[in-house]
């Protein structure tokens, strides 16, 4: 079974552009969810999809943007690119929210390492 | 701040021995996981202990989970050279939000 798939694997651009990174979720997995980690720190919480909705997103400015599309691949948008948004993006997969809302363990990819110049 | 909060930061252990870390966090939770992360690449899921549980295992992992003191732990039995990562927990509040910990960096030695 092919995991949680990214793309690019890295990206560099520079300051003021637009950033678009795409992700393939496991096949079955209707939820996606993005993440942010910043060179040595913890996942900061982004966006989080099912079955093409956005359920939530964490504490980002709105030039962080993304959709899930009908087959559940998902694409995050990064407008007016600055420095600080260099980090490592991951996207992760699950099956939707199981019995009692609880949702299920989260399926990484390798991410996307974007830089800002 | 982080809802979770592993500890220690870092950890340096001969390969053999146990390793312990912990997780506090803030509020009330449905569920706490646990993954792996290795050289900053993607995280490898390795335990989820719903809120109604106190202990569960997985081969050489052992987890525990104290809703009263809001902590858990990860117990990595007989390490290997090949546990070296960054482990973090993540916690589901049932808010349609996964808030990660901080993270705690195990290197074991040969």
Same mark, same amino acid.
């Not at chain 1, 959709?67 to 997969?93: G, H, K, M, T």
């Not at chain 2, 992360?37 to 109604?52: A, D, E, F, T």
């Given at each position: 079974?092919? !995991? ?10 520079? +300051? ?31 966006l989080w999809y099912?079955?093409?909705e956005e359920r939530n997103r !964490? ?7 993304g +959709?899930q ?9 990064? #407008? ?15 099956? #939707?929210? !199981? ?11 390798? !991410? ?6 | ?20 870390? $912990? ?6 939770? $449905? $569920? ?19 809120? $109604? ?34 482990? =973090? ?10 808030? =990660? ?10």
């Amino acid at each position: 079974e092919a !995991g949680v798939t990214q793309s690019p694997t890295h990206l560099i651009k520079t +300051r003021g552009q637009q950033a678009t990174l795409r992700c393939s979720p496991i096949s079955g997995h209707t939820s996606v969810y993005w993440y942010q980690q910043a060179l040595g720190l913890g996942l900061q919480f982004l966006l989080w999809y099912d079955e093409g909705e956005e359920r939530n997103r !964490g504490n980002f400015p709105p030039r962080f943007s993304g +959709r899930q599309f009908p087959n559940y691949s998902s694409e995050l948008n990064v #407008n007016a690119l600055e420095l600080e948004d260099s980090a490592l993006y991951l996207c992760a997969s699950s099956l #939707n929210l !199981g019995l009692a809302g609880a949702p299920y363990e989260q399926y990484f990819g390798p !991410g996307t390492r974007l830089t800002v110049t | 701040s982080q809802q979770g909060e592993e500890d220690p930061q870092a950890l340096s252990i001969q390969e053999g021995e146990n390793a312990t870390m $912990n997780c506090s966090y803030k509020t009330s939770i $449905n $569920n706490l996981q646990w993954y792996r992360q290795n050289s900053g690449r993607g995280l490898v899921h390795l335990i989820l202990i719903r809120s $109604n549980e106190r202990e569960k295992h997985s081969g050489r992992l052992r987890v525990t989970l104290d809703t009263s003191k809001k902590s858990s732990s990860l117990l990595i039995t007989a390490s290997r050279a090949a546990d070296t990562a960054s482990y =973090f927990c993540a916690t589901y509040s049932g808010t349609y939000k996964y808030i =990660f910990g901080t993270g705690t960096r195990l290197k074991v030695l040969a």
